[in-house]
């Protein structure tokens, strides 16, 4: 994951940052743990896993909430198959949108 997110731009490496201090921020015990094919932050149970898509210039965000209880927004949020969340940020106005969806997805981990 490491590898994917060094070939990524400078702009998205931003984008992540200010996404990790604000998970980070969120309260103590926080976790972050990099595996083969993603970024997972974890408090007891994990609430936001990061995968970046260098390419698109792409973080894609999925947090364990029921896709019924969120609005959905077309080119920003979906459901996935295992009935989680998934963002996609693009820019950093999708940045500050994500955050009250990770909040949540911390909140009810």
């Known amino acids: 994951m490491i ?11 931003d984008w992540f ?12 015990g926080i976790e972050e743990r990099t595996l083969k094919d993603y970024i997972v932050f974890r408090q007891l149970k994990n609430f936001a896993y990061f995968r ?20 959905l927004e077309d080119g920003f949020t979906h459901s996935t198959k295992a009935d989680s969340v998934r963002i996609l ?13 990770i909040l949540r997805g911390y909140r009810e981990a």
């Not at 997110?5 to 702009?11: D, R």
């Not at 970046?52 to 609005?71: E, K, Q």
């Open 52 to 71: 970046f898509r260098p390419t698109l210039n792409r973080i894609v965000v999925d947090v364990p909430l029921p896709s019924s209880s969120v609005r």
């Open 89 to 101: 940020i693009d820019d950093s106005d999708d940045v500050e949108r994500a955050q009250p969806l």
């Open 3 to 13: 590898q994917r997110l060094n070939q990524c731009s400078s702009e998205l490496h």
């Open 17 to 28: 940052h200010t996404l990790r201090a604000f998970i980070l921020g969120l309260g103590e």
